[in-house]
């Protein structure tokens, strides 16, 4: 069983940071990808960023390119994801997920395990 748990969320004002971790419970998540997902009020959930296994390869949403990093550390079992200059449409709860493959995959029903999600909440 896997168990991923998110941190690092709050309430940022529009042009700021913030950087959310998820750390993993198991050592065999380093052997897969990652992602990042996120879901606004009355809207589906969609995907934000993601890493392979081994954080050479990496995949953005157009919406957040330029904006957001994704980077892991294999060592300390985390994955995480820098935000900067955030604006109110990044609101959201984020999710991290595990693939069930090695590939920074971009697709939903191909993550496997999620943490709970952290809320972000960006103002005007």
């Known amino acids: 069983q896997v168990q991923l748990v998110e941190s690092g969320g709050g309430l940022v004002q529009a042009g700021g940071s913030l950087r959310l971790s998820c750390a993993a419970s198991g050592r065999t998540f380093s052997s897969y990808g990652a992602g990042w997902f996120r879901q606004g009020p009355e809207k589906e959930r969609e995907f934000v960023a993601a890493?392979?296994?081994?954080?050479?390869?990496?995949n953005y949403a157009d919406s957040v390119k330029g904006r957001f990093t994704i980077s892991r550390d294999n060592g300390k079992n985390t994955v995480d994801l820098q935000m900067n200059s955030l604006q109110p449409e990044d609101t959201g709860t984020y999710y991290c997920?595990?693939?069930?493959?090695?590939?920074?995959?971009?697709?939903?029903?191909?993550?496997?395990?999620w943490g709970q999600g952290t809320q972000v909440t960006v103002s005007s």
């Open positions: 890493i392979s296994w081994h954080g050479l390869w990496t």
């Open positions: 997920a595990q693939h069930k493959g090695i590939v920074a995959g971009t697709r939903i029903n191909d993550y496997i395990y």
